[in-house]
């Protein structure tokens, strides 16, 4: 953070539907962390700024909320097509300033947009229930309404698919949004809401704030603001939980992550060792279903440290815009936090088989590099298994048997995803019943559901009911409203203070 003045470009708010520069005096950086330097600043909002966007949202919603439902949804429509025109320019500013490689980028908006289409037919979810005759003359129906202004905060991982779980359905279903991108990587919000002025979207009705604590705090206090959609570390995610719930909104909060694959003695190793490379080093590892623990079932590992191995040695690592498999990390400060898990697994007795620093890239040499790396016979007491890295380092845990794997997944602190990869559809119907996760792969070792379902995981990967989109993301922005009605008939009335029974 900086209260500096400087010549680079101010990432800025977006109100009233149109850019609004900051006048907080404070900014932080934003890098392209392939090259490593700073390529502008990001606004961070103060009081009267935070005021000003949840003023707008606000005042946004009776109109937006009693818009037909069919005129809101052909606005959905309209954004879907701009979305799917024209997706490649916000890869492009993903890879700028998140890292990840193009086509990676491309994905996480695909993900996203599979959302926007699940919302094109909410007019289907939004629809009530109705009992006819449940006492004599007496019907009773339900309806579903939008619950107000939405405070989505999200992290710098996935910079458009995050906000993109959630605010298709919020808005679909009559709210309106106020999103706080990452400081980190901004400028995919902004693209994001220009895109919805293109489509139609009446001003104040997608709003963005950028900030920090500050503006967090404020969605989280504000009177104004009825629901808050988070994702991002597991400490920030019960912070945000306690105090959004405190000042009495409705909140799901998605926190960290710390996921295994169980491979049995089974399992084809050649598609877990393609597995293990893909879900651990997409992304440099900076996803939260990223494979960071494989749990091998003696006596397969180490065959499978050879077969994974081997395979990292062929991956080209180096600018995101130059095709290759994997990108820099976010920051020098995030890449060398990861680095030290390096120095903390050799003083704890493990094997680094393939050590990321140092690495050859195809990119500027003053990126944020750190190259995939591997590390055998991880002690379970390590901090290199206990907690979350969120780089491109795969441990191997060794075990004995299924129960050994199962207890070590089950004992630990998060439960976002997890996988199983076996021959044996007993053993992986035993493991989706006895594992304490909310997202299970059979063979599968990313298996992030599709928008019809919900994504979230359990204990601190997510604080809250409700996970996100599908049937669960309308439930969290709806709220149901059950109407007993009685048109009168001139025979019935009559004075009777007992309690309303059939
Ligand atoms: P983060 O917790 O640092 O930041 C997330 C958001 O919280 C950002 O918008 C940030 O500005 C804000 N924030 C940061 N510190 C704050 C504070 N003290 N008070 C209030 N707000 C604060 O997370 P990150 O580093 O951007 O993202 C990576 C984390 O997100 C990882 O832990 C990853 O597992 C998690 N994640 C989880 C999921 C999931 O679905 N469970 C998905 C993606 C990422």
């Known amino acids: 953070m900086s209260t500096e003045t400087s010549e680079l470009p101010v990432v800025p708010h977006w109100i009233e539907g149109a850019e609004s520069p900051s006048h907080s005096g404070r900014t932080a950086p934003v890098f392209d962390p392939a090259l490593g330097v700073e390529t502008k600043r990001v606004a961070l909002?103060?009081?009267?700024?935070?005021?000003?966007?949840?003023?707008?949202?606000?005042?946004?919603?009776?109109?937006?909320?009693?818009?037909?439902?069919t005129k809101r949804q052909s606005i959905v429509f309209r954004f879907r097509e701009l979305l799917d025109a024209r997706k490649g320019e916000l890869a492009e500013i993903i890879t700028s300033e998140h890292g990840k490689e193009l086509s990676d980028a491309l994905g996480e908006i695909n993900r996203g947009q599979e959302v926007v289409?699940?919302?094109?037919?909410?007019?289907?979810?939004?629809?009530?229930?109705?009992?006819?005759?449940?006492?004599?003359?007496?019907?009773?129906?339900?309806?579903?309404?939008?619950?107000?202004v939405v405070g989505i905060i999200s992290p710098f991982n996935f910079p458009a698919m995050v906000p993109m779980w959630f605010f298709p359905i919020a808005i679909a279903a009559g709210n309106t949004v106020v999103v706080k991108p990452s400081e980190?990587?901004?400028?995919?919000?902004?693209?994001?809401?220009?895109?919805?002025?293109?489509?139609?979207?009446?001003?104040?009705?997608?709003?963005?704030?950028?900030?920090?604590?500050?503006?967090?705090?404020?969605?989280l206090t504000?009177?104004?603001?009825?629901a808050i959609s988070f994702v991002g570390s597991t400490p920030i995610a019960q912070y945000v939980y306690e105090t959004g719930t405190k000042h009495g909104k409705r909140v799901q909060a998605l926190g960290g992550a710390k996921n295994h694959m169980?491979?049995?003695?089974?399992?084809?190793?050649?598609?877990?060792?393609?597995?293990?490379?893909?879900?651990?080093?997409?992304?440099?590892?900076?996803?939260?279903?990223?494979?960071?623990?494989?749990?091998?079932?003696?006596?397969?590992?180490?065959?499978?440290?050879?077969?994974?191995?081997?395979?990292?040695?062929?991956?080209?690592?180096?600018?995101?815009?130059?095709?290759?498999?994997?990108g820099p990390l976010v920051t020098e400060a995030h890449r060398d936090k990861v680095a030290s898990y390096v120095d903390i697994a050799l003083e704890d007795g493990a094997t680094v088989v393939v050590d990321g620093r140092g690495i050859e890239v195809d990119g500027d040499p003053n990126g944020f590099w750190f190259g995939p790396t591997l590390i055998d016979d991880v002690p379970t007491t390590s901090r290199v298994y206990t907690e979350e890295i969120f780089g491109?380092?795969?441990?191997?845990?060794?075990?004995?048997?299924?129960?050994?794997?199962?207890?070590?997944?089950?004992?630990?602190?998060?439960?976002?995803?997890t996988a199983i990869f076996t021959n044996d559809g007993g053993a992986a119907r035993r493991f989706q019943n006895e594992i304490q996760v909310g997202m299970i792969g059979i063979n599968v070792p990313i298996p992030v559901?599709?928008?019809t379902f919900?994504?979230?995981?359990?204990?601190?990967?997510?604080?809250?009911?409700?996970?996100?989109?599908?049937?669960?993301?309308?439930?969290?922005?709806?709220q149901q409203k059950a109407i007993t009605s009685r048109w009168l008939d001139p025979s019935h009335g009559g004075i009777n203070l007992g309690f309303p029974q059939n």
């Open 454 to 478: 919900s994504f979230g995981g359990w204990k601190a990967s997510l604080f809250g009911d409700t996970k996100a989109h599908g049937a669960e993301g309308v439930r969290f922005y709806t």
């Open 222 to 226: 504000s009177p104004d603001v009825a």
């Open 392 to 417: 491109p380092v795969l441990s191997i845990v060794r075990v004995q048997s299924y129960e050994e794997g199962v207890a070590l997944i089950n004992t630990g602190a998060f439960g976002n995803g």
């Open 449 to 451: 559901p599709v928008a």
């Open 184 to 219: 980190k990587d901004p400028s995919a919000a902004l693209w994001l809401a220009r895109l919805w002025k293109d489509a139609g979207l009446p001003d104040g009705v997608f709003t963005v704030l950028n900030g920090d604590k500050e503006a967090v705090d404020g969605l």
């Open 262 to 326: 169980l491979v049995l003695p089974d399992a084809d190793l050649d598609l877990v060792a393609d597995s293990a490379i893909n879900a651990g080093f997409g992304s440099a590892g900076e996803r939260c279903m990223a494979i960071s623990v494989l749990v091998a079932v003696e006596p397969v590992a180490d065959e499978l440290v050879a077969k994974i191995s081997s395979r990292m040695a062929g991956l080209r690592i180096g600018d995101g815009r130059r095709g290759c498999d994997m």
């Open 117 to 148: 289409e699940f919302a094109t037919g909410l007019a289907h979810h939004l629809k009530g229930e109705y009992s006819e005759q449940v006492s004599t003359g007496i019907d009773v129906y339900s309806t579903k309404q939008p619950v107000g």
């Open 45 to 69: 909002a103060d009081q009267a700024e935070i005021a000003a966007a949840i003023a707008s949202a606000a005042a946004a919603f009776p109109a937006w909320r009693d818009l037909s439902l």
